[in-house]
């Protein structure tokens, strides 16, 4: 797999506002926000995007799941709610291949997407 920029984000080689880290995923605040909050958490067992959890053991995505819940309690969403997203591939808009849920939170969101 490529070594990404979240890869070095995870081995604290270039900084990162973190919001939330456990032993099983890290958390942190998106360079380029696009709600007021704009979180993304990667697993800190690496995939390179969504597509590869159809390899992945069910206690691992579980675990990350999890996870991802929690960092939305923790940046205080669950009460209003957010938007979880997956980008996936080129139709998918995915630009770093480590995989990633964007939490996007603070504002309505708004649907279809663009
Ligand atoms: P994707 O397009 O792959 O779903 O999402 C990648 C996200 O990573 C984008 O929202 C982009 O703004 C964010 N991003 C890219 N480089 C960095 C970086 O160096 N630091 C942080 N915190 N976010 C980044």
Partial sequence: MEDTIFDKILRRE????????????????????QAPVHVLVIPKKKQPGIQAF???SSEDIGAYMVAVAKVATHLGLDAA????????GKYGQQTVAYVHAHILGGRQMEWPPG
Avoid: C, M, T, W
């Avoid at 880290?21 to 360079?31: G, P």
């Avoid at 709610?81 to 996936?88: D, K, P, T």
């Fill in 81 to 88: 709610g957010y938007r979880v997203v997956f980008n996936q």
């Fill in 14 to 33: 270039i900084p990162a506002k973190i919001a939330y880290e456990d032993d099983h995923v890290l958390a942190f605040h998106d360079l380029h926000p």
């Fill in 54 to 56: 159809s390899g992945a």
